[in-house]
């Protein structure tokens, strides 16, 4: 069941939102060479502690991991995809791709965002799968509208993905969010015509998250449970927002 938010549950995801985006935008700024993705855990932990908040992906129990995620950060290096675990020895190097994903709970509403930082000088191929994975996820916002269905955010992202020369991964989607971290309903970044297709209402939320790898589509999952990472080795970006349906269009809840 997908669930319809009032205005004043909307400004309450709009706090926590707002949180993750200021969290991201301070990471963004560390991440530079010589930093570990370990620095970037700490500071965002001091940052929701400051701000009175929960992190969102601390104690989430995922069944195939069959254990609770440990960091409030998934941060994803290079060929890892998303749930890349912070550590102390993994320093970012001139020429790295990090996925930074987080999420918060305010007052009993979650925010969930994602952003790609690139490390020093990057590559030409770097760079434009930066700024593919990005640009679909503008082109999917504009999507978000009453009347527009899902599949219409969905084959938007895996159109333009797929046309820029790149490959859009299948296992792992974004989803609906509100008092839930996930909620219904999934929104791959592809259609994918065994789901459903609702029809877009007023007050729905979606965290739509594309992940799109320089090379071939397919993903594994390391030994540790947990790190997705593109199964040959390629780049792999991924950027993120939760969007508010309105009756004036989207109402992006995690940017200013």
């Not at 690139?118 to 509208?145: C, F, N, P, W, Y």
């Not at 008092?179 to 309903?185: A, G, S, V, Y």
Request: proline share 4%; hydrophobic share 40%; net charge neutral.
């Amino acid at each position: 069941m997908i669930v319809i938010k009032t205005r004043t549950e909307l400004e309450k995801m709009r706090r926590s939102g707002m949180l993750v985006h200021n969290i991201l935008k301070a990471l963004g700024e560390m991440a530079v060479e010589g930093v570990s993705t370990w620095d970037l855990e700490v500071a965002a932990v001091k940052m929701m502690q400051d701000a009175g908040a929960k992190p969102a992906f601390k104690g989430y129990y995922v069944p195939a991991a069959g254990e609770r995620f440990k960091y409030v950060l998934c941060t994803s290096v290079n060929d890892e995809i998303v749930h890349g675990m912070p550590n102390p020895k993994r320093i970012l190097k001139k020429g790295d791709i990090v996925s930074i994903d987080t999420g918060v709970s305010l007052d009993g509403y979650f925010g969930d965002s994602a952003i790609t930082v690139g490390i020093g000088e990057l590559s030409e191929q770097a760079k434009k799968l930066l700024a593919v994975t990005r640009e679909s996820l503008e082109l999917a916002i504009d999507k978000v509208r009453e009347g527009n269905r899902l599949f219409d955010i969905c084959g938007t992202v895996e159109e333009y993905v797929v046309k820029n020369g790149f490959s859009i991964v299948r296992e792992y989607v974004g989803h609906g969010i509100g008092t839930q971290l996930h909620e219904e309903p999934q929104v791959p970044n592809y259609v994918d015509k065994r789901n459903e297709n609702p029809r877009l209402r007023e007050g729905m939320v979606l965290a739509i998250e594309p992940m799109v790898n320089a090379g071939r589509p397919e993903a594994k999952v390391l030994k540790d449970k947990w790190t997705a990472v593109a199964k040959d080795g390629s780049y792999s970006a991924h950027f993120e927002h939760c969007v508010a349906v309105t009756k004036n269009g989207p109402w992006v809840l995690t940017r200013p």
